[in-house]
T-cell receptor, first 116, second 112 residues
Framework: GAGVSQSPRYKVAKRGQDVALRCDPISGHVSLFWYQQALGQGPEFLTYFQNEAQLDKSGLPSDRFFAERPEGSVSTLKIQRTQQEDSAVYLC??????????????FGEGSRLTVL | GENVEQHPSTLSVQEGDSAVIKCTYSDSASNYFPWYKQELGKRPQLIIDIRSNVGEKKDQRIAVTLNKTAKHFSLHITETQPEDSAVYFCAAKGGSQGNLIFGKGTKLSVKP
């Protein structure tokens, strides 16, 4: 595709529900990142993948958060038993460069999660 | 790990004036410093970046400077226009890390 695509764009969940957020990176991009952006704040790192390998998940706030990229392309961020503090925009970004190299991150439009 | 501080949090200028946003970082091994612009409800988009082997970089009305000794870098926008109004984020990528660490953002308002 022309850019990073995320779905759904908007998700409203009741507290305690599980949600899954999808990211389609730019074709051929090796690296994929997930960030959480609270209202009025900068993106906070959650996790990243190089191809299918999850190399760093140190930013995941709790064991309720889980991410995968099984075939090295599409990635899913899953949040179990959602809490109100999970409400945020979840941004996915991809890069042609491997993780240790420096290269532009291309962001998706984000998935806005609201937990009631 | 890396920590990035960004100032000011809000900045209001008259059209045609210059705007400067400053960031500091903590990890002396950081080697890549991009700046992203995010319009309301939109995705962050790269506007300029600089690597640690360069002290300054310009692209039309936008310039970035890097002082490795002091561990700070700045974004300079000249001849500001109303369409420059947005939130700007600085970021740093450490030599031992793969992820970008972002500052908290600066909301720039350019008044016509």
């Amino acid at each position: 595709g022309a850019g990073v695509s995320q779905s759904p764009r908007y998700k409203v969940a009741k507290r305690g529900q599980d949600v899954a957020l999808r990211c389609d990176p730019i074709s051929g991009h090796v690296s994929l990142f997930w960030y959480q952006q609270a209202l009025g704040q900068g993106p906070e790192f959650l996790t990243y993948f190089q191809n299918e390998a999850q190399l760093d998940k140190s930013g995941l706030p709790s064991d309720r958060f889980f991410a995968e990229r099984p075939e090295g392309s599409v990635s899913t961020l899953k949040i179990q038993r959602t809490q109100q503090e999970d409400s945020a925009v979840y941004l996915c970004a991809s890069s042609l460069a491997p993780i240790r190299a420096t290269g532009e991150l291309f962001f998706g439009e984000g998935s806005r999660l609201t937990v009631l | 790990g890396e920590n990035v501080e960004q100032h000011p949090s809000t900045l209001s200028v008259q059209e045609g004036d210059s705007a400067v946003i400053k960031c500091t970082y903590s990890d002396s091994a950081s080697n890549y410093f991009p700046w992203y612009k995010q319009e309301l409800g939109k995705r962050p988009q790269l506007i300029i970046d600089i690597r640690s082997n360069v002290g300054e970089k310009k692209d039309q009305r936008i310039a970035v400077t890097l002082n490795k000794t002091a561990k700070h870098f700045s974004l300079h926008i000249t001849e500001t226009q109303p369409e420059d109004s947005a939130v700007y984020f600085c970021a740093a990528k450490g030599g031992s890390q793969g992820n970008l660490i972002f500052g908290k953002g600066t909301k720039l308002s350019v008044k016509p």
